[in-house]
């Protein structure tokens, strides 16, 4: 028992410190569009299309507890320099994870906003994988009112193998030639260098 217990532990501790986590994930929100978005204060509200938000969102920080998912630039993946990016966070007020940003209100007045100001919610959980809890559940959407049956797709951007990330590894410049004509490539390289190659 104390051995399970001790295990327990050590499981928790480490995925609280971010072991068994993805540091940035890809997020897609789907086509839900909301016509009357209060955005910056505008004295008329605007049109938010959630699909502007799809992209890569990287570990930074936390909140309550859990991490908090923070976009990033579209064209080259790091942070924004200027524009204020949207994020992904743990709400512990509604227990869910949440897609908000901070220029972007659900209501006029802080006395009707929505809490934690969320635009697309999770169901209630307690869990800090994001992508296992976009696998198996539909989210909430907010249009004006609160939809459920959303999908919202998380994918995980850390590669366990060269395919995951498409082949962009970084090379050792020992296996440079290789990596121009391919690792898997039917040219005998070794032939080509007079060397004889272990198979």
């Given at each position: 028992?104390?051995v399970?217990?001790?295990?327990?532990?050590?499981?928790t501790?480490?995925?609280?410190?971010?072991?068994?986590?993805?540091?940035?994930?890809?997020?897609?929100?789907?086509?839900?569009?909301?016509?009357?978005?209060?955005?910056?204060?505008?004295?008329?509200?605007?049109?938010?299309?959630?699909s502007?938000?799809?992209?890569?969102?990287?570990?930074?920080?936390?909140?309550?507890?859990k991490?908090?998912?923070?976009?990033?630039?579209?064209?080259?993946?790091?942070?924004?320099?200027?524009?204020?990016?949207?994020?992904?966070?743990?709400?512990?007020?509604?227990?869910?994870?949440?897609?908000?940003?901070?220029?972007?209100?659900?209501?006029?007045?802080t006395?009707?906003?929505?809490?934690?100001?969320?635009?697309?919610?999770?169901?209630?959980?307690?869990?800090?994988?994001?992508?296992?809890?976009?696998?198996?559940?539909?989210?909430?959407?907010?249009?004006?009112?609160?939809?459920?049956?959303?999908?919202?797709?998380?994918?995980?951007?850390?590669?366990?193998?060269?395919?995951?990330?498409?082949?962009n590894?970084?090379?050792?410049?020992?296996?440079?030639?290789?990596?121009?004509?391919?690792?898997?490539?039917?040219?005998?390289?070794?032939?080509?260098?007079?060397k004889?190659?272990?198979?």
């Open positions: 028992m104390v399970g217990i001790a295990s327990l532990a050590f499981v501790i480490m995925q609280y410190h971010g072991k068994y986590r993805c540091d940035s994930v890809s997020v897609s929100f789907g086509d839900a569009m909301w016509e009357e978005a209060y955005v910056n204060e505008e004295a008329n509200p605007q049109l938010l299309i959630y502007h938000f799809n992209g890569i969102y990287k570990e930074i920080g936390s909140h309550d507890g991490p908090k998912y923070v976009e990033q630039n579209k064209e080259d993946g790091d942070a924004f320099k200027t524009t204020v990016p949207a994020e992904i966070i743990y709400c512990q007020e509604i227990e869910s994870w949440v897609f908000r940003h901070p220029n972007i209100t659900t209501a006029e007045g006395e009707n906003e929505n809490k934690c100001s969320w635009l697309l919610r999770s169901p209630n959980t307690e869990t800090y994988d994001l992508i296992e809890l976009a696998e198996e559940s539909k989210w909430f959407v907010w249009k004006g009112l609160e939809l459920s049956d959303y999908r919202v797709s998380i994918e995980c951007n850390d590669c366990d193998d060269d395919s995951d990330c498409n082949y590894v970084s090379v050792p410049p020992s296996m440079y030639w290789y990596s121009l004509i391919g690792f898997n490539s039917s040219f005998n390289l070794c032939g080509l260098l007079g004889v190659c272990e198979q």
